[in-house]
């Protein structure tokens, strides 16, 4: 069973910044995925930055340009750099990972951006 433990949320400032940070348990292949989901109140979690492999990474078009996503293999590591942060960016962000066919899930951290 991975587990994901997510760090890095909190308030912050329009056009501010922050960075998530997750870390996994066990290790997750380079060749399947991890990266963000957020949630806002009232509506469906939906992806903000997912790495899979040596592909590009995907990204929703509401944060292209503004979040870069990395990971860090040797360290079962995977990161989301914000900038420019906007009030409709505040949700509570997700890390995910899927290993062995089995999707895991952090316990979600905030991220209230004020206006």
């Known amino acids: 069973q991975v587990q994901l433990v997510e760090s890095g949320g909190g308030l912050v400032q329009a056009g501010g910044s922050l960075t998530l940070s997750c870390v996994a348990s066990e290790t997750i292949f380079a060749s399947n995925p991890m990266g963000w989901y957020r949630q806002a109140p009232g509506k469906q979690r939906e992806l903000v930055a997912r790495?899979?492999?040596?592909?590009?990474?995907d990204y929703a078009d509401s944060v292209r340009g503004r979040f870069t996503i990395s990971r860090d293999n040797a360290k079962n590591a995977v990161y989301l750099q914000m900038n420019r942060l906007k009030p409709e960016d505040t949700a509570v962000y997700y890390c995910?990972?899927?290993?062995?066919?089995?999707?895991?899930w952090g316990q979600g951290t905030q991220v209230t951006v004020s206006s």
């Open positions: 995910y990972a899927r290993d062995s066919g089995n999707d895991y």
């Open positions: 790495r899979r492999g040596g592909r590009d990474p």
